[in-house]
C-alpha cells in the first residue's frame, strides 16, 4: 500500500515522467478498469522486493522515494531493457487523467479508513431508535467525502483494496459500490466497532480479520436454536419472578435479556479455549438471572429469597437477595467441561466490586499456577451511568497490566440502559460514549444493539478470542434499554415520558428473535412454544419446593474454602502460641541483613544492614526486624505472604528494603526474605499504583482465595485509607455478618503524632472502633472450653490493633494465620517508632511458647503494685512520650503505665486484673494523643465503665475535640503535648 506522502510525489512523477515515454507502449490499458491500479501494485512489489520489478521501475521508484522533482525520477533503461514506463494505446497519457486517478485510489483507501475509525458513529445501535450511542446524530464528515468525489457511475468502478482491509475475502479488487456496500454492513449497523485507536497494527489486523470477512457473523442452525432457549430462559424467568411477586424489588433484566446468552456464549468460547474458571463482578440489575441461568444456581433456593417469612440465619445480618453471591460448578455446554462459577457478592455501590474480582482472579491464578490466565479469568458486568461516572471503574482499569496485578485480560460486559436511575447520559457523563474510559489501556470496544442477538453472539465470541489471543481487556457495550423503572415499583414516565412511550410498544428482544428464526424456518411456531412451556414448568417446579427450604447461608457463599472449616473438630480453645524456634529467627535476620557478594549495594543501605546485623548480634530486633521476622517464618512455614501498597518494597519512611537494587546494573534487585531457603513459599511485595480504592478492593479480594496466606496492604499514609472507605465499609467491616464471607486481610496504617500536619498524623482509628461489631456494655461469656480471648476473637468482624513493639507486632501477624477462622486485622503502625531506640525487642519475646500480649504491663511495675497511685492506660506511640516525661518528673515509683495493645475486642479480663494489681491507684486515666472526639476514648471509655463499675472512673487526658486531626504548626503541636502530659501527671 502507499504511503500518502510517497504516493503525492509519485503521482507527480508519473506525470512528469510519462513524457519520456516516447513511443515505448504496452499491449494494456492504464487507465481502464481494473489496471488502474497497476503503479500502486508496481510500488507495492517494489517495497517488498526491488529486484522484483523491472530496473526501469526500480531506478523510477528509488530516485521518487529519494525526493526527485517532478518529471526527473524516471530514466530510459539500458539498450534492450523493454518498456520504461506503461502508457495508454495512443501512446500518450494524460496528465491530469493520471492525477485523477491517484487521487482515486486514495480517496477510496482514506474512505475505508473513514468507515473503520468513524463507522460507529452512525452506526444503528439504539434498539429504540431515540437516542444515539454516543449523543452526536450527526454523520463525520470523513464518512461523507466520498459521495462528493464518486458518481453513481463509478460505483461501478474496480478498485484494489489496501492491505489494511480484509473485505475481499481473498479477493484482491472490488467494485467501489459492493465496497461501499460493505463498510455500511460491518461498520454501521448493529455494530459499532472502536478499535482503530489501538496502537498495534497487528491488534487492528486481527480485529478487522474477524469482522471485516464476509459471513463471519452467521450463525448456525444449531447455534441459533442454543440461542433462541437462552433467550427465552432469561425472558421467561423475569415474567416468572414478575407474575409471583409483583410489588417485590428484584432489579430485572427486561430491556436487556441478552446479557444471559451473551455471558453463556463469552463461558463457551473461553471454555473451548481452556479456561474453567470464572470470576464475576456485577451490579444489582440483572443478578437473579446471571445467578439462575448463568451460574445455574437451583431455582428453589432462589425463590425461596423472596419468602417474607425468611429469616437471616444462624449468622450474620444477611443481604437483600439483589446483593448475594454464590458459587457453582456445573458442565459447560460446548465442552462438556466441569467449570466453576463465582459470582462476588456486591453491595448498592455499583462498581465497588470491580477490583475485589480482579484480586479474587489474581489470586486463583497465582495458587494454581496460571501464570498466564489460560485456566482463570474475570468477567465484569456494568451499568452505563456508573461505568462512565464512578473513578473505581479507571482505578481497576489501571490495575490491568500492572505485573503484580494484572488478570491477563478482562472481558467488561456494559448492560447500557442508556439511563442512570431517572439521569439522561446527556447528563451524566462529558465523553460521547459510556466506555470511553477503556480506550486508556488499548482496551478495544464493541458497541452492539442488544436487540440483535446474534450479532451479541459473534462480539461476544470475538471478544473471548482476544482476551484468549492477546490478553487484555475488553469491552462489550450492550445499547438495550431498561423496560420497568429503577425497580419494580419506580415510575419512570416521572422523567423520561418519550422513552418509555416509545418501550411500551416495543416489542422484547425474544419477540423480534422468534419472528426472525420462524420467519427463516430455523425453528417452527410449535417448538418456540414448546421451548417456552418447558422452562415454565421447570421454574413452576422449584417454586413448589421452595417452600420448604431452609436459609442456609453457605449455599450463598461466593469464596468457599473447601477443607478449611472442619465442623467435626471441636473449636479451637486457647490462641495458640505464635512463637518461633530461636534458631530460625536467627536465620531470618541473617538473611535479612546479608545481600549477596556480587551485589552493589548503596553505602546508605550498607549502614543500615550493618546496624541490623548489630542488633541481631545483640539478640534484639527494631520494627523492621520484627516485621521481616513474622514474614520470614510464616514463609518458611510454607505460607505465602502478599505485600501491596505504594511504594512498600522500601518503605515510604525508609525502613522496610524488601527490594535491594544493584546501583550499577539496571533493573537488577534482590529480595532477601524470598531467598531464605530452597523450599519456602513465595513472597510478593509490590508497589501498587496510587490508588487505594482500587488497590485495597484488590487485596481483599486476594485474600478472599486462601485462607492460609498473609496479604497485607499498607497505606502510604494512614489517613489514605480514606479513598478506600466504601471497601472498608462495605465489605472488609461488614462483609462476614451480610455475605459470611471471611478474610484474613491485614491493613497496615502509618499513625502518628509527631508535628506533620492534618493529613499525615491519624489514620482515624475511631472510625474502624466505631465499626466494631463487639457490645460496650456487656463482657461476652465464652462457651464451654473456650477462652474470653478466644471467644471475643471468634464474634468479632475484626481486629483493631495499635502495636508499641516489634515482639508485639510481630506475634499479630502470625496470629492471623494460626486461628481456625480468619478475621481482617487493622493496625495502627508507627512513624517515629520505627526508628526509636526504645522501640525495640528481644529475640527471646518472639520464641517458642510466646504470645501475641493484648495488653503490655508496665516495665516497672509488671507484676502491680500497692505504691502506685496513679495508672495510666494508652495505646502506642504516647507510651514512649509518657515513659520519658514520668522519668523526667521522677515519678516511677507512684505511675504506672498500661498499653492497651489490642483495643478490639475490649480485653476486658485482663484490664479488670492489671486494676486489681494496683489496689492502691485512686487515679485511673486514659491518655491518647488524638482529640477527644478522635481516637480511641470513645470507644474505650464506655468498656472501662463495663468491667470496672462506676466506683472506678477513668478520665480522660489528651488533645481537645478537634475538626482536624492535627494541628499544622510544629509550636501548637508541641504545646498541646505538654498540656496533656501535664494533664495526665498532676491533675
Not at 495458640?576 to 538473611?591: A, F, N, T, Y
Not at 499544622?968 to 491533675?987: C, D, M, R, V, Y
Request: proline share 5%; aromatic share 8%.
Amino acid at each position: 500500500m502507499f504511503r500518502p506522502g510517497v504516493l503525492r510525489r509519485l503521482s507527480h512523477h508519473v506525470r512528469g515522467g510519462c513524457r519520456h515515454a516516447g513511443s515505448s507502449v504496452t499491449q494494456e490499458p492504464f487507465l481502464s478498469g481494473s489496471s488502474s491500479v497497476y503503479v500502486e501494485e508496481m510500488y507495492a512489489a517494489w517495497e517488498k522486493d526491488s529486484t522484483s520489478v523491472h530496473k526501469s521501475w526500480d531506478a523510477f521508484f528509488k530516485a521518487a522515494a529519494a525526493g526527485a522533482k517532478p518529471g526527473e525520477a524516471h530514466a530510459r533503461p539500458p539498450t534492450g531493457g523493454g518498456a520504461a514506463f506503461p502508457v495508454g494505446a495512443s501512446g500518450n497519457i494524460s496528465e491530469e487523467k493520471v492525477r485523477h486517478v491517484v487521487d482515486d485510489h486514495l480517496s477510496v483507501q482514506q474512505m475505508i479508513r473513514a468507515y473503520q475509525i468513524r463507522g460507529h458513529n452512525i452506526a444503528t445501535l439504539d434498539p429504540l431508535g431515540i437516542l444515539d450511542a454516543d449523543l452526536d446524530n450527526s454523520t463525520p464528515p470523513e464518512l461523507l467525502s466520498y459521495t462528493n468525489r464518486f458518481t453513481s457511475q463509478d460505483m461501478k468502478r474496480v478498485f484494489r483494496l489496501p492491505a489494511s482491509t480484509k473485505l475481499g475475502a481473498g479477493e484482491t479488487h472490488l467494485p467501489l459500490g459492493e465496497i461501499v456496500q460493505r463498510l455500511e454492513s460491518i461498520y454501521c449497523r448493529n455494530v459499532g466497532l472502536e478499535y482503530m485507536f489501538l496502537q498495534s497494527k497487528e491488534q487492528c489486523d486481527w480485529i478487522r480479520e474477524r469482522f471485516e470477512t464476509p459471513g463471519c457473523m452467521s450463525l448456525s442452525v444449531e447455534e441459533k436454536r442454543t440461542l433462541m432457549a437462552r433467550m427465552i430462559r432469561s425472558t421467561r424467568f423475569e415474567e416468572f419472578l414478575a407474575r409471583k411477586w409483583t410489588s417485590e424489588k428484584r432489579f430485572g433484566l427486561e430491556g436487556c435479556e441478552v446479557l444471559i446468552p451473551a455471558l453463556k456464549q463469552v463461558m463457551d468460547s473461553s471454555s473451548i479455549l481452556g479456561v474453567d474458571s470464572y470470576v464475576m463482578g456485577m451490579p444489582h440489575r440483572g443478578r437473579l438471572n446471571v445467578i439462575a441461568n448463568v451460574a445455574r444456581k437451583p431455582l428453589d433456593q432462589i425463590f425461596s429469597q423472596f419468602d417474607p417469612a425468611l429469616e437471616s440465619g444462624e449468622e450474620g445480618s444477611g443481604d437483600v437477595k439483589y446483593h448475594l453471591g454464590t458459587y457453582q460448578e456445573r458442565l459447560n455446554h460446548a465442552t462438556g467441561r466441569t467449570i466453576k462459577i463465582s459470582l462476588c457478592a456486591n453491595p448498592s455501590h455499583l462498581e465497588a466490586v470491580n477490583p475485589v474480582v480482579q484480586g479474587k482472579t489474581r489470586a486463583e491464578q497465582f495458587y494454581s499456577g496460571d501464570m498466564n490466565g489460560e485456566k482463570s479469568m474475570s468477567i465484569l458486568i456494568h451499568g452505563d451511568a456508573a461505568f462512565s461516572g464512578q473513578g473505581v471503574v479507571y482505578e481497576t482499569f489501571h490495575l490491568s497490566d500492572l505485573p503484580d496485578y494484572s488478570t491477563h485480560g478482562t472481558i467488561h460486559i456494559v448492560v447500557n440502559n442508556q439511563i442512570g436511575f431517572t439521569t439522561d447520559p446527556r447528563s451524566s457523563r462529558s465523553s460521547p460514549y459510556c466506555t470511553d474510559v477503556a480506550r486508556v489501556v488499548g482496551a478495544p470496544i464493541f458497541h452492539v444493539n442488544a436487540d440483535d442477538p446474534e450479532a451479541v453472539m459473534h462480539v461476544c465470541k470475538v471478544a473471548a478470542e482476544w482476551r484468549n489471543h492477546w490478553k487484555k481487556d475488553v469491552v462489550i457495550d450492550l445499547v438495550c434499554y431498561r423496560r420497568n423503572g429503577h425497580n419494580e415499583v419506580d415510575n419512570a414516565m416521572f422523567t423520561q415520558p418519550r422513552m418509555y412511550q416509545v418501550i411500551q410498544q416495543h416489542m422484547s428482544a425474544l419477540e423480534l428473535y422468534r419472528e426472525k428464526i420462524v420467519s427463516e424456518g430455523t425453528v417452527t411456531r410449535d417448538e418456540y412454544d414448546e421451548e417456552v412451556s418447558k422452562y415454565d414448568q421447570i421454574c413452576e417446579s422449584a417454586f413448589t419446593e421452595a417452600r420448604d427450604q431452609d436459609h442456609q447461608v453457605d449455599k450463598w457463599l461466593d469464596s468457599p474454602w473447601k477443607g478449611f472449616f472442619d465442623r467435626s473438630q471441636p473449636p479451637m480453645a486457647e490462641v495458640p502460641s505464635s512463637g518461633v524456634p530461636l534458631e530460625r529467627l536467627q536465620h531470618i535476620g541473617k538473611e535479612f541483613c546479608t545481600p549477596p557478594e556480587d551485589f552493589n549495594l548503596h553505602a546508605g543501605l550498607k549502614r543500615i544492614l550493618n546496624q541490623r546485623g548489630e542488633m541481631l548480634s545483640n539478640s534484639t530486633v527494631d520494627w523492621a526486624g520484627g516485621e521481616a521476622m513474622a514474614i520470614g517464618s510464616l514463609l518458611m512455614e510454607g505460607k505465602h505472604v502478599r505485600l501491596s501498597g505504594q511504594d512498600v518494597e522500601r518503605g515510604t519512611f525508609s525502613h522496610r528494603h524488601h527490594v535491594l537494587h544493584d546501583q550499577k546494573v539496571d533493573q537488577k534487585d534482590y529480595r532477601p526474605l524470598a531467598n531464605l531457603s530452597p523450599d519456602q513459599a513465595t513472597y510478593t511485595v509490590c508497589n501498587s499504583s496510587l490508588s487505594e480504592f482500587g488497590v485495597l478492593g484488590f487485596e481483599l479480594g486476594f485474600s478472599m482465595t486462601n485462607p492460609h496466606s498473609l496479604v497485607l496492604w499498607e497505606a502510604q499514609f494512614g489517613d489514605f485509607n480514606n479513598t478506600a472507605q466504601c471497601i472498608i465499609d462495605q465489605f472488609i467491616s461488614s462483609g462476614q455478618t451480610k455475605w459470611v464471607r471471611q478474610s484474613g486481610l491485614v491493613l497496615l496504617l502509618p499513625h502518628g503524632y509527631e508535628g506533620m500536619g492534618p493529613e499525615h498524623s491519624s489514620c482515624r482509628p475511631e472510625r474502624f472502633l466505631q465499626m466494631c461489631s463487639d457490645d460496650c456494655d456487656s463482657i461476652p461469656t465464652p462457651l464451654e472450653g473456650r477462652s474470653l480471648e478466644m471467644q471475643q476473637l471468634h464474634d468479632i468482624n475484626w481486629i483493631v490493633a495499635n502495636c508499641s513493639t516489634p515482639a508485639n507486632f510481630f506475634h499479630i501477624l502470625r496470629r492471623q494465620l494460626l486461628l481456625d477462622f480468619r478475621k481482617p486485622l487493622v493496625i495502627c503502625t508507627p512513624k517515629s517508632l520505627l526508628r526509636h531506640p526504645e522501640a525495640r525487642s528481644a529475640l527471646e519475646e518472639m520464641c517458642e511458647g510466646t504470645h501475641f500480649q493484648r495488653v503490655l504491663a508496665d516495665p516497672s511495675h509488671p507484676n502491680g503494685s500497692p505504691s502506685v497511685k496513679r495508672l495510666l492506660f494508652c495505646s502506642g506511640k504516647v507510651f514512649y512520650d509518657l515513659a520519658k516525661e514520668r522519668e523526667r518528673l521522677e515519678m516511677g515509683g507512684s505511675v504506672a503505665i498500661v498499653r492497651v495493645e489490642q483495643l478490639c475486642p475490649f480485653p476486658f479480663d485482663i484490664v479488670e486484673d492489671v486494676v486489681k494489681s494496683f489496689p492502691n491507684a485512686s487515679s485511673l486515666m486514659w491518655v491518647q494523643e488524638e482529640p477527644k472526639n478522635q481516637g480511641y476514648w470513645q470507644y474505650v471509655q464506655p468498656r472501662f465503665s463495663t468491667v470496672l463499675g462506676p466506683n472506678k472512673p477513668v478520665s480522660y487526658a489528651g488533645r481537645c475535640s478537634s475538626a482536624a486531626p492535627a494541628t499544622g504548626s510544629k509550636l501548637s503541636h508541641q504545646k498541646e503535648l505538654n498540656a496533656f502530659l501535664a494533664t495526665a501527671f498532676t491533675s
